[in-house]
């Protein structure tokens, strides 16, 4: 299908019709209206004005309140751990989650607000998205080196996880996957 | 629902700024060494073939890459506007792992 976008000769119409004129289109619905009806300025391309001095043109720029989760979330957590696919439209990455059960954890207003960034981490381990904190590289020169000392660590780590699972059998069994959880991953190199 | 509610939850925007963020891409055309490879974005991307499983790269292959930029633009001295590559830049990482990649949304 033949077409001229070229926006900066002539308009619309005036393109149209001498399209039109060659036979390389049909006749589009719009154009006996428009030759009926034509606007008071014919559309053609003007060059915008130069502006001087300190006029500026100002476009906002696009911010959300998501936008900060987001920023923090990018910053602690680098790129998420499954890489993002653009091409599907209802595409949910591990970000969008995250922001949705911070915006969840906030309406319920149970926890407090310097916390919420680490409880809607926790939740997410707890659905099964590991999140691996950035700079891990680095980190892990120094694991090897604290291999031996965390070692010693985990004995004990596991036997206060124990306690806490006696403790808390009565209250509920929900609690204690989550904890387990977390407190596994805590001490391994994340 | 409206455009501007689309935007909202877009990928895109989930995204934000794409210094360094992981994208899985599919390569759309080949010439010789270069793969022209679509992530999603406005633009395409061009890498070189990588010397590890080089004929592994065809067309419809699905490939990692890590992005750069989404538009490579600059402005020269004394010109009004930018001047435009109408290419994105990232960097190879590797092809998608289909076994180890779990089935999720």
């Given at each position: 299908m033949a077409g001229n976008r070229?926006?900066?000769?002539?308009?619309v119409f005036s393109r149209t019709r001498n399209l039109l004129r060659i036979g390389v289109i049909e006749k589009p619905l719009w154009f006996d209206v428009y030759a009926a009806f034509p606007p008071l300025r014919e559309p053609v391309y003007r060059v915008p004005r130069p502006r001087y001095g300190k006029v500026k043109d100002v476009i906002p720029p696009i911010f959300y309140q998501e936008d900060e989760v987001r920023a923090r979330f990018y910053r602690i957590y680098g790129s998420g751990p499954r890489p993002f696919?653009?091409?599907?439209?209802n595409y949910k990455s591990t970000c969008q989650r995250f922001v949705e059960k911070f915006n969840e954890l906030k309406e319920e207003g149970k926890i407090e607000e310097e916390k919420l960034f680490e409880e809607t981490g926790k939740a997410l381990l707890a659905s099964g998205i590991i999140l691996q904190r950035r700079g891990t590289d680095k980190a892990a020169q120094q694991d090897h080196q604290d291999a031996e000392t965390r070692d010693s660590l985990l004995p004990l780590q596991l036997q206060t996880v124990l306690e806490k699972i006696q403790e808390k059998k009565k209250d509920g069994e929900e609690q204690t996957p989550e904890l387990a959880e977390t407190q596994k991953e805590d001490p391994l190199p994340s | 629902e409206s455009f501007a509610s689309m935007l909202r939850r877009s990928p895109l925007i989930q995204m934000g700024p794409a210094k360094d963020k992981i994208a899985v891409g599919r390569i759309f055309h080949v010439v010789e060494d270069d793969l022209y490879i679509d992530f999603g974005g406005k633009f395409h991307c061009v890498c070189k073939r990588p010397e590890?499983?080089?004929?592994?790269?065809?067309?419809?292959t699905q490939v990692r890459l890590r992005l750069l930029d989404l538009e490579l633009t600059s402005r020269f001295l004394g010109a009004t506007t930018d001047t435009t590559l109408l290419e994105a830049d990232a960097v190879l990482l590797g092809l998608v792992e289909r076994k180890q990649a779990k089935r999720k949304e």
């Open positions: 070229m926006q900066k000769i002539g308009s696919d653009l091409s599907q439209s | 590890v499983d080089g004929k592994k790269y065809q067309r419809g």
